[in-house]
T-cell receptor
Framework: GQQLNQSPQSMFIQEGEDVSMNCTSS?????WLWYKQEPGEGPVLLIA?????ELTSNGRLTAQFGITRKDSFLNISASIPSDVGIYFC???????????FGAGTRLTVKP | DTGVSQDPRHKITKRGQNVTFRCDPI?????LYWYRQTLGQGPEFLTY????????KSRLLSDRFSAERPKGSFSTLEIQRTEQGDSAMYLC??????????????FGPGTRLTVL
């Protein structure tokens, strides 16, 4: 089962608004990743974070690796309709023997 | 297209039948992972290979599930005697050899299995 708590479960926002979602874990991870998934497709990697406290941007997306190594957040600025999808956080241990996913945040952007 | 590919994209089968899915990873990637994703959930790790060696298989859901990667390139996931509860999206991901971005897994489009 899932070990990551991702929130919120869903968001309905207006185009142009900023979005924030986060993920917490009871376990320490050495890597946090954020993926986006659209219907009928596999997850697409958005951002990978490797160091506690690291803040990384990818266009309008910004993600941070929490200092405690047990949490991460993803921000999307100035949302557009194509941002619609399900966003997943994922945590990896050092050996990357498996990757644990959150349950996802479903984002809907109204034009 | 040099991404991860999976075949078939959709599979409908009757309960009790065996099914096999194929995954072709990104060519230079030595690690290959299988996940299952059910509706409303994130992917759930099943097993992974480093080259042809299956290094973790304790998370396979039952002994009806098996995976192979005989030549260290493509991999197959087989489900024997399918049950309705096996209906899900089966995802494959691959990862480059250890390096600067060693934990970045890239996913294929998935195989959607429906068991009637």
């Amino acid at each position: 089962g899932q070990q990551l708590n991702q929130s919120p479960q869903s968001m309905f926002i207006q185009e142009g608004e900023d979005v924030s979602m986060n993920c917490t874990s009871s376990s320490i991870f050495n890597t946090w990743l954020w993926y986006k998934q659209e219907p009928g497709e596999g997850p697409v990697l958005l951002i990978a974070l490797y160091k506690a406290g690291e803040l990384t941007s990818n266009g309008r997306l910004t993600a941070q690796f929490g200092i405690t190594r047990k949490d991460s957040f993803l921000n999307i600025s100035a949302s557009i309709p194509s941002d619609v999808g399900i966003y997943f956080c994922a945590g990896c241990d050092y050996n990357n023997n498996d990757m644990r996913f959150g349950a996802g945040t479903r984002l809907t952007v109204k034009p | 297209d040099t991404g991860v590919s999976q075949d078939p994209r959709h599979k409908i089968t009757k309960r009790g039948q065996n099914v096999t899915f194929r995954c072709d990873p990104i060519s230079e990637h030595n690690r290959l992972y299988w996940y299952r994703q059910t509706l409303g959930q994130g992917p759930e790790f099943l097993t992974y290979f480093q080259n042809e060696a299956q290094l973790e298989k304790s998370r396979l859901l039952s002994d009806r599930f098996s995976a192979e990667r005989p030549k260290g390139s493509f991999s197959t996931l087989e489900i024997q005697r399918t049950e309705q509860g096996d209906s899900a999206m089966y995802l494959c991901a691959s990862r480059a050899p250890a390096g600067a971005f060693y934990n970045e897994q890239f996913f294929g489009p998935g195989t959607r299995l429906t068991v009637l």
